[in-house]
């Protein structure tokens, strides 16, 4: 008996104080945001019950992480995959609408939104994969191989369609491959990839929107034209690869010998990533195409698109340094800021809490993260360190993309902030995650 107590002392000793401190500040910013962004509507104690609940459940689940060592989930990686695939198959036959997006598990009083798991779970898996064949990093199979394991989980989250789920992906595998020493120029090849994937739908967005602007006869408004006709595209693309291959042939000549490997692979990131491109395109909504890109000006549509940022930074400067107080602030209790409760939380706490309370807020993120970095840097393991550098990874990327966002400094991409946002998916993965963390962090010293 004295053996079992002195082993939940060491656990609860082990606890990253810090890290948690962090993560209850978060969420106690969180409940105060939330009931003042949902106060005009008299949703207030309902939004915060539900997440509350979420939050009690998501607790559970920390406890239950933190005590499980984290090492076995590397044993069973493969299996923790298909658990992964399954969930995000199975949301698209018995899943239910939400937002245009068939992603969500409804039980009536609460829904679930499983990719937020599998995100979790494809950290898991990706770091199990790379610290078994860490000393295959540099070559092509390897790559080939975790781009496989990324393609399981974005062709099925695309099918739903959920485009900003699958944009935290890349992040994740780009940092991790890069920690393990992979070849810098087949990450070059993912980032080119990832870029068509993305750039393309939202160059045909962005060519749509200036066509209204631009007067006739203008070398911008040609541009424009010529770029809308899909051939003269496909024409660009094709010259960018013979032109690759045309300066490796002449640099080959010139007795610099450069694989052929390299221009091969390249060509075929371009070529892949605009055929890519094509189902993400179809995918997207035509407001969601308008959200990404007139971030740039959304002065190009204010009453629809470009409506979301103004009004966001119109809430945030409003605030000044000190804010207008909790449940004054005139642009999120007169209802101006869409989405005031979920994806643009921050307005709600820049205006209210003004600049103090903003940066608070920063810095307890920059808290949280510093301190899974630190648990990377001391875990026992090279596993342990790649799992804490994943979810640190995916965390910075969430929110510097929706601080960004909500400042008119990044697209709007629906993401929510961790520990912030309300909803119960996200709440409950982020204390998954955490409880992960925690679990490595008691472990570096310990065996069980």
């Given at each position: 008996m004295v053996q079992e107590k002195n082993l939940l002392e060491r656990l609860i000793s082990s606890i990253d104080v810090w890290l948690v401190l962090a993560v209850f500040m978060l969420i106690s910013i969180s409940f105060f945001a939330i009931y003042s962004a949902s106060f005009a509507y008299g949703l207030s104690f309902r939004y915060i019950f539900v997440q509350a609940v979420a939050v009690g459940i998501g607790l559970v689940c920390f406890l239950?992480?933190?005590?499980?060592?984290?090492?076995?989930?590397?044993?069973?990686?493969?299996?923790?995959?298909?658990?992964?695939?399954?969930?995000?198959?199975a949301v698209l036959v018995f899943g239910s609408f939400k937002r245009g997006t068939k992603g969500?598990?409804?039980?009536?009083?609460?829904?679930?939104?499983?990719?937020?798991?599998?995100?979790?779970?494809?950290?898991?898996?990706?770091?199990?994969?790379l610290d078994i064949r860490v000393k295959m990093s540099k070559t092509l199979p390897f790559l080939i191989s975790v781009f496989a394991i990324l393609m399981g989980h974005l062709i099925l989250i695309m099918m739903q369609p959920d485009f900003s789920s699958t944009l935290s992906y890349?992040?994740?595998?780009?940092?991790?491959?890069?920690?393990?020493?992979?070849?810098?120029?087949?990450?070059?090849?993912?980032?080119?990839f990832g870029g068509l994937v993305v750039g393309i739908p939202l160059l045909d967005t962005f060519v749509n929107l200036q066509l209204k602007f631009i007067q006739d006869g203008t070398f911008f408004a040609k541009l424009a034209i010529f770029l809308k006709n899909d051939k003269n595209v496909i024409c660009i693309i094709f010259s960018i690869l013979v032109f690759i291959i045309g300066i490796w042939r002449f640099l080959w000549k010139l007795k610099i010998e450069i694989p052929i490997v390299y221009p091969v692979i390249l060509c075929l990131a371009i070529s892949l990533g605009s055929?890519?491109?094509?189902?993400?395109?179809?995918?997207l909504k035509d407001y969601?195409?308008?959200?990404?890109?007139?971030?740039?000006?959304?002065?190009?549509?204010?009453?629809?698109?470009?409506?979301?940022?103004?009004?966001?930074?119109?809430?945030?400067?409003?605030?000044?340094?000190?804010?207008?107080?909790?449940?004054?602030?005139?642009q999120t209790q007169l209802g101006f800021l869409p989405e005031q409760h979920t994806d643009f939380i921050?307005?709600?706490?820049?205006?209210?809490?003004?600049?103090?309370?903003?940066?608070?807020?920063?810095?307890?993120?920059?808290?949280?993260?510093?301190?899974?970095?630190?648990?990377?840097?001391?875990?026992?393991?090279?596993?342990?360190?790649?799992?804490?550098?994943?979810?640190?990874?995916?965390?910075?990327?969430?929110?510097?993309?929706?601080?960004?966002?909500?400042?008119g400094m990044m697209p709007v991409t629906g993401m929510p902030l961790p520990l912030l946002s309300y909803g119960g998916s996200s709440i409950l993965s982020s204390l998954c995650a955490i409880g992960v963390l925690c679990s490595i962090n008691m472990r570096r010293y310990m065996y069980y």
């Open positions: 239950f992480l933190t005590s499980f060592n984290y090492q076995y989930y590397k044993h069973f990686s493969k299996v923790v995959y298909i658990l992964s695939l399954m969930l995000l198959a969500w598990f409804d039980f009536g009083f609460i829904s679930f939104q499983p990719v937020e798991i599998t995100k979790i779970m494809f950290v898991l898996v990706l770091s199990a994969f890349f992040p994740v595998t780009l940092v991790l491959l890069f920690v393990v020493g992979a070849n810098p120029f087949y990450l070059f090849c993912i980032v080119v055929l890519a491109s094509i189902p993400v395109e179809k995918s969601q195409r308008k959200r990404l890109i007139v971030f740039l000006n959304p002065n190009v549509d204010p009453k629809g698109a470009g409506y979301n940022i103004i009004q966001s930074k119109i809430a945030i400067g409003s605030g000044k340094i000190l804010g207008k107080g909790f449940k004054k602030g005139t921050f307005s709600v706490i820049g205006e209210e809490g003004g600049w103090l309370v903003s940066q608070a807020t920063i810095i307890i993120y920059f808290i949280f993260i510093w301190r899974a970095l630190v648990i990377a840097k001391e875990s026992r393991d090279r596993y342990g360190s790649l799992i804490a550098i994943g979810i640190a990874t995916m965390f910075a990327f969430y929110v510097v993309i929706n601080i960004g966002m909500v400042m």
